[in-house]
């Protein structure tokens, strides 16, 4: 088994080296591709890689498709590129927390814009009251 820190360490090297091959492959069903994660086994020899790909459900379809038809490929790049007794076998999943993270910011700044608009109502619509004249005698 190997340590904590050297797992950290290939997984690392993994998420960067994969990132690289996937920049410089031609194969046209892949799009815009950014590996966001991996993980790593403790025996280092099955990682998980994260990607997020831009575009509509079709395009991250075809793309997630291009690449694990070109599994072996990239498997024997990272083979060649990370000196490693075995290299891992790899296995590609959706990493939805970009799109997830998009989407609660776009509904934060929604929710926000509501808020400005109801201040700027109600800030239209008050009438001044004058200040009480409590304290005061007559």
Same mark, same amino acid.
């Given at each position: 088994?190997?340590?904590?820190?050297?797992?950290? @360490?290939?997984?690392?090297? *993994?998420?960067? /080296?994969?990132?690289?091959? =996937?920049?410089?492959?031609?194969? #046209?069903? %892949?799009? &815009?591709?950014?590996?966001?994660?991996?993980?790593?086994?403790?025996?280092?020899?099955?990682?998980?890689?994260?990607?997020?790909?831009?575009?509509?459900?079709?395009?991250?379809?075809?793309?997630?498709?291009?690449?694990? @038809?070109?599994?072996?490929? *990239?498997?024997? /790049?990272?083979?060649?590129? =990370?000196?490693?007794?075995?290299? #891992?076998? %790899?296995? &590609?999943?959706?990493?939805?927390?970009?799109?997830?993270?998009?989407?609660?910011?776009?509904?934060?700044?929604?929710?926000?814009?509501?808020?400005?608009?109801?201040?700027?109502?109600?800030?239209?619509?008050?009438?001044?009251?004058?200040?009480?004249?409590?304290?005061?005698?007559?």
């Amino acid at each position: 088994m190997a340590t904590q820190q050297r797992v950290q @360490r290939v997984r690392e090297a *993994i998420k960067q /080296e994969t990132s690289d091959i =996937i920049q410089q492959m031609k194969d #046209p069903r %892949i799009g &815009f591709v950014t590996v966001t994660d991996a993980e790593v086994s403790r025996d280092l020899r099955h990682v998980k890689i994260f990607v997020s790909v831009l575009g509509d459900e079709e395009s991250k379809k075809a793309s997630l498709e291009g690449l694990e @038809r070109a599994t072996g490929y *990239i498997r024997t /790049e990272i083979g060649q590129r =990370i000196r490693l007794r075995h290299t #891992p076998e %790899i296995i &590609f999943r959706w990493d939805e927390s970009l799109e997830r993270g998009a989407r609660i910011s776009r509904i934060l700044r929604d929710l926000k814009e509501e808020d400005a608009d109801i201040k700027a109502e109600d800030g239209a619509s008050a009438v001044e009251v004058p200040p009480s004249s409590e304290g005061e005698d007559a």
